[in-house]
C-alpha cells in the first residue's frame, strides 16, 4: 500500500493554468501506474490522465486532451498534473491515485485503482 500526497488545486481565472503534484510514498514507485480523477458534487468520479507503470506512455480523457498533461518523475516520486487553458468547468476536486502494475486496459477505471490522496480543490471563474 501506497500513501499519495496532493497539492498545487487553488482558484484561477478561465484560461490560466494550474499545475498539481501527488508525492507517493510506502513502495517501489515505478511499479505503480498513476492516475488522475476529478469529482464534483453528485458526479461520479471522472478519468482525467492517467500514466503507465512501465513506460511514460500517457493517456486522456476526452476532455482534457489537447489541455494538460500528465508526467512522472520517479527520482522524486512524484506525479504532476500540467493543467492549461482552464475551463470553469473544469472546477472539482482532483484525486490522485496509484494502481500496482496496472495494464493499459486498466487505467480509465478509477476502481481499478487501490490507493487515493486526500483530494485537491480546483477552481475556474469565468
Known amino acids: 500500500q501506497v500513501q499519495l500526497v496532493e497539492s498545487g488545486g487553488g482558484l484561477v481565472q478561465a484560461g490560466d493554468s494550474l499545475r498539481l503534484s501527488c508525492t507517493v510514498s510506502?513502495?517501489?514507485?515505478?511499479?505503480?501506474?498513476l492516475g488522475w480523477f476529478r469529482q464534483t458534487p453528485g458526479k461520479e468520479r471522472e478519468f482525467v490522465a492517467a500514466?503507465?507503470?512501465?513506460?511514460?506512455?500517457?493517456y486522456y480523457g476526452d476532455s482534457v486532451k489537447g489541455r494538460f498533461t500528465i508526467s512522472r518523475d520517479n527520482a522524486m516520486n512524484t506525479v504532476y498534473l500540467q493543467m492549461n487553458s482552464l475551463k470553469p468547468e473544469d472546477t472539482a476536486v482532483y484525486y490522485c491515485?496509484?494502481?500496482?502494475?496496472?495494464?493499459?486496459?486498466?487505467?480509465?477505471?478509477?476502481?481499478?485503482?487501490?490507493?487515493w490522496g486526500q483530494g485537491t480543490q480546483v477552481t475556474v471563474s469565468s
Open positions: 510506502g513502495e517501489t514507485f515505478t511499479f505503480y501506474s
Open positions: 500514466i503507465f507503470w512501465a513506460g511514460a506512455v500517457a
Open positions: 491515485a496509484a494502481g500496482f502494475r496496472l495494464g493499459a486496459g486498466q487505467l480509465r477505471t478509477h476502481s481499478s485503482y487501490r490507493s
